[in-house]
């Protein structure tokens, strides 16, 4: 049988993959810093948070600035090791908290002396003309193997997990949108003859790449090049994280949790989602010696009100079996600043402002996570993003808390399914002015509509079961076949649901761009100029001809398709069969409606029992606040 390893707090299990939904992982709460210092630490381990992440990392930052400022790089140059300044990063923290278990995220990036030496650009903005490099993967396939055998022989008993980190931001974020090197050129040739196509001699010019035929819409035919062009630089990537990760398993051998960050199709957006590398998630997400992914929350509606949420599309990494964990990097009124050596850092604008907002705010991603049945951890940039007795009193609570109620994978009470389709995004300009409400700005209306909702992958579908989901979604599938279709028909256009389709769907079917399939896979014109719908065999089909459909809308599609809403307020919402939370900036009384009667409920913050034997309570809340209610049937 096939194993996957389960993270659990301290300890590593080994759980066979076909029982991860019985038997799935426990999860933790962990501490991460890129400014690692003892006072720090000290707070969190006495808030009871033993799980902390290393990063003994190879690269300066894109500020200039070492991921790392503390530790010195360990790869110094062609097989020279410095091991002692790893071991350090151990024995320092076990000092500060003997109760240590440890998180290594393993840089992978090109050292300043290898680029140098080699003749190469840098892995850390140009990912793309280096992925392909057989010696930096062979040197650094070393250099891995070397570190893993080094960590496995020494310090395996305090160690619970592994990432593997390149790329922009250490995120397998592949800043070269397309350029040329010759490394890449050969790639790309082997990849086209491979594939029965015509040797392409050369790597498509810009003007190439980016050109659409149809509006924002490639042509399969005229625009071909351009879309292998792209599914080849995407699938580099994957192939090279796939390349290390099975390096990595040859020396762990599945004892602890491997995985990355990547699948970011939630938050790339216009100029980013094309072109930066992590469109092949399909493909990574199923990979047997990969068990655990991670992002941050999102840095598009973080702020104060905002609904966070994630990157990836959650429920398809949980649909193969894989953990998930997501760091709190919030900006908090005592980080030191919003910026290193002049340079903003990314989501600077969205902090929490004063100690209201900022305990509203982390008890908001708290409650997402523990709700979602994710790992976590709180993540301390650059240093003094998390101070003060308030905030230190309020982490040791949500450990207390996280300690009573994370369980196992539950599963999920949502009858709302989104479904986004990786492959459409190939066919169309990623330079397109809707392209950010196509997804990452969807999000909003979402996480507000009232109730919650699963966020899949199309690739998922062939093996999902979707029979107690009212309300299917599809944001963004513009390419459909033969194939499709009848996946279509089987799983989502059937059973009574709602099919809510996003722009142009089946606008790209069988190889050809052809606004008439619209409305053969709908039932609706394409040149429908507002919401409409019709009634189908066996189902109701809804289209939006504007992407980014309003919360209010998906919340009266959902209610006419028999979808249980548990708030009327336009504000964020997670629940699952124990936990329902509500984040808001205004303040007042809120109305929750159950799904059944309960015995008691309970807002776990404050411990006030809100309802008691019924199925419907109201509470009025102050501004700002998170609130957490536990629902005892």
Request: aromatic content about 12%; hydrophobic content about 40%.
């Amino acid at each position: 049988m096939n194993k996957a390893i389960a993270l659990v707090g301290p300890l590593v299990l080994a759980v066979g993959v076909s029982d991860l939904k019985s038997a799935p992982p426990e999860r933790f709460m962990g501490f991460n810093t890129y400014a690692p210092n003892a006072e720090t630490l000290r707070h969190f381990a006495a808030a009871g948070v033993n799980t902390v992440v290393c990063f003994p990392a190879n690269v300066l930052a894109s500020t200039g600035e070492p991921y790392n400022n503390v530790y010195p790089p360990i790869w110094n140059g062609p097989g020279i090791y410095d091991f002692e300044c790893l071991d350090r990063q151990v024995t320092d923290k076990l000092a500060v908290n003997p109760k240590a278990k440890f998180i290594f995220f393993i840089d992978l990036n090109t050292p300043t002396w290898w680029c140098r030496i080699r003749g190469c650009p840098d892995s850390f903005n140009d990912l793309g003309r280096v992925a392909a490099n057989p010696v930096w993967r062979r040197d650094t396939r070393e250099y891995l193997q070397a570190v893993l055998r080094h960590l496995e022989s020494k310090h395996r008993d305090v160690i619970v997990g592994y990432f593997l980190a390149c790329g922009k931001t250490i995120e397998w974020q592949d800043l070269n949108r397309g350029e040329a090197s010759e490394i890449r050129r050969a790639a790309w040739r082997r990849w086209m003859i491979e594939r029965g196509q015509p040797d392409p001699i050369d790597i498509p010019p810009a003007s190439v790449r980016d050109h659409v035929s149809h509006g924002p819409f490639r042509d399969p035919v005229e625009d071909g090049l351009a879309i292998h062009y792209w599914r080849f630089s995407h699938g580099l990537i994957s192939d090279t994280i796939l390349y290390f990760a099975a390096a990595a398993q040859e020396v762990i051998k599945h004892r602890a949790p491997l995985g990355l960050c990547y699948g970011y199709i939630m938050e790339h957006g216009k100029n980013r989602l094309l072109y930066e590398g992590h469109l092949d998630f399909d493909r990574v997400f199923a990979s047997p010696n990969l068990d655990i992914f991670y992002s941050p929350g999102s840095y598009h509606d973080r702020q104060i009100g905002g609904a966070s949420g994630f990157m990836v599309p959650i429920s398809s990494i949980e649909h193969h079996g894989k953990g998930f964990q997501m760091s709190m990097d919030h900006r908090t009124p005592t980080a030191r600043s919003v910026s290193v050596l002049g340079r903003a850092i990314p989501g600077h604008e969205s902090g929490f402002t004063d100690e209201a907002a900022c305990l509203a705010g982390l008890r908001r991603e708290f409650s997402l996570r523990l709700i979602s049945g994710i790992s976590t951890y709180w993540f301390d940039l650059f240093g003094r993003w998390f101070e003060g007795e308030a905030v230190f009193d309020s982490i040791a609570q949500m450990r207390k808390l996280w300690d009573r109620l994370a369980r196992p994978r539950e599963e999920s009470v949502a009858e709302v399914a989104v479904l986004v389709d990786a492959e459409s995004m190939y066919y169309l300009d990623g330079k397109a002015d809707f392209y950010n409400d196509l997804l990452y700005k969807q999000r909003y209306g979402l996480y507000r509509m009232g109730t919650p909702f699963d966020l899949f992958s199309f690739g998922d579908l062939a093996t999902l079961d979707l029979s107690r989901y009212k309300l299917v979604f599809l944001p963004n599938l513009f390419v459909t076949d033969a194939k499709r279709r009848a996946l279509l028909r089987d799983k989502v256009c059937t059973g009574g649901k709602t099919v809510l389709w996003g722009y142009s769907p089946g606008i790209i079917a069988d190889g050809k761009y052809d606004p008439r399939q619209v409305e053969a896979l709908t039932g609706i014109p394409w040149e429908a100029g507002e919401l409409a719908s019709r009634e189908m065999d066996g189902w109701r089909s809804v289209y939006s001809p504007r992407p980014n459909v309003p919360a209010d809308v998906l919340r009266k599609l959902a209610r006419e398709a028999g979808v249980h809403i548990y708030c009327e307020a336009e504000e964020p919402l997670y629940a699952n069969d124990r936990l329902i939370a509500l984040h808001t900036i205004t303040g007042g009384p809120r109305t929750i409606v159950l799904p059944k009667k309960c015995r008691r409920v309970t807002e776990v913050f404050s411990g006030r029992v809100v309802a008691e034997n019924s199925d419907r309570f109201e509470d009025r809340l102050a501004p700002p606040c998170t609130v957490l209610y536990e629902v005892e049937q």
